[in-house]
């Protein structure tokens, strides 16, 4: 996904513990919020050893950026769907969405868009138009 393995691995753990942040911000971490994290885990490749490492300390795996923007806006869609994941969007999830964002290299106005589309279907189907439609903004 990232280029080098190793550094695969590592940039890997690195978004685990950020959507491990994500899920307790709100300081109310469910198990729909766990199921969503191990799914993202196991396409990550992340074995179930090293997700439960993760999860216990996350603060041990630092954030690494990508270089590319669709690998950063893959991140930040990770970030958005934990964030919705438990069916609430708390002001704590919020300005942890816009803190990634802003690492990721992103307009502070995209991503309240995309907050803003998270939180008009946080309890429904998304459709993927309108996160699209969101991004076309702000394409040169």
């Not at 691995?9 to 685990?16: C, H, P, Q, T, Y």
């Not at 907050?115 to 991004?135: G, L, S």
Request: net charge negative; aromatic share 10%; charged share 30%.
């Amino acid at each position: 996904m990232f280029g080098d393995l190793n550094n695969d691995i590592e940039k890997n753990r690195s978004i685990l513990a950020l959507m491990f942040e994500m899920a307790r911000a709100d300081s109310n971490y469910s198990p729909v919020e766990d199921q969503y994290i191990a799914f993202i885990g196991e396409q990550l490749g992340v074995s179930k050893e090293e997700y439960e490492l993760i999860k216990n300390k996350p603060e041990q795996f630092p954030f690494i950026i990508p270089e590319t923007e669709q690998e950063r806006m893959t991140i930040l869609y990770y970030v958005l769907f934990a964030m919705r994941s438990d069916g609430e969007i708390k002001p704590t999830e919020e300005s942890i969405c816009h803190k990634v964002g802003l690492k990721l290299g992103f307009n502070p106005s995209l991503t309240q868009d995309l907050i803003r589309v998270m939180k008009t279907y946080a309890k429904k189907e998304i459709p993927p138009e309108a996160m699209v439609d969101q991004i076309k903004k702000y394409l040169n």
